[in-house]
């Protein structure tokens, strides 16, 4: 099946501060989305961007599906922000695959 | 509001007992999927529904079982025969083909005695 990989694994910010969260996939995806897991376990989608870059707000997202990789921005990142950011594709119109996720943590 | 409700929050179970896990959409959603989540990793897919009455084995499904009999309800059963049942689990939906974007319930936290 399709394998998933992002990086960095782990990510101590402080409040203010911008990063960059990577994910790279092994085939050709139709489908990717990116989600926030906060602290009690709740799974919000954030972007849903096969190709091309999507903002909204302090995020944004792009993807090279040619390249087979997509990034996510958090800019000015607040304590909020906080929690695990998973990358999921797919390939067909009906499942998704995660990966491990980023564990970010911002501090004041 | 519209959404997905998953009960119960939290559950224990003693070793050999089944259980099951409850997953209710009002978003008039097609497809309904479980995932489970172990301490530190991702989510693993272990059933999903496209349409009442089928469903599919994900990646996980062994010592787990699915009934679709309504749209909105897709119940996950925890039996005995799954090894380490210990996980959050937690239940998706999306609309439909041409909709991909999943949305989740709160999640079901298992803990076997």
């Known amino acids: 099946g399709i394998q998933v990989e992002q990086s960095p694994p782990d990510l101590i910010l402080q409040e203010g501060a911008n990063s960059t969260l990577r994910c790279n996939f092994s085939?050709?995806?139709?489908?990717l989305q990116w989600f926030h897991q906060n602290p009690w376990g709740q799974l919000i989608n954030l972007f849903y961007?096969?190709?091309g870059t999507k903002q909204n707000g302090r995020l944004s997202a792009t993807t090279v599906a040619t390249e087979r990789y997509s990034l996510l921005y958090i800019s000015s990142s607040q304590t909020t922000d906080s929690g695990v950011y998973f990358c999921a594709v797919g390939t067909s119109g009906s499942r998704l695959t995660f990966g491990e996720g980023t564990q970010l943590t911002v501090n004041p | 509001d519209g959404g997905i409700t998953q009960s119960p929050k939290y559950l224990f179970r003693k070793e050999g007992q089944n259980v099951t896990l409850s997953c209710e959409q009002n978003l008039n959603h097609d497809a309904m999927y479980w995932y489970r989540q172990d301490p530190g990793q991702g989510l693993r897919l272990i059933y999903y529904s496209q349409i009442v009455n089928d469903f599919q084995k994900g990646d996980i499904a062994e010592g787990y079982s699915v009934s679709r009999e309504k749209k909105e309800s897709f119940p996950l059963t925890v039996t005995s025969a799954q090894k380490n049942p210990t996980a959050f689990y937690l239940c998706?939906?999306?609309?439909?083909?041409?909709?991909?974007?999943?949305?989740f319930g709160a999640g079901s936290r298992l803990t076997v005695l």
């Open positions: 085939d050709s995806v139709n489908n």
């Open positions: 998706a939906s999306r609309q439909g083909s041409g909709a991909n974007v999943l949305t």
């Open positions: 961007i096969p190709s």
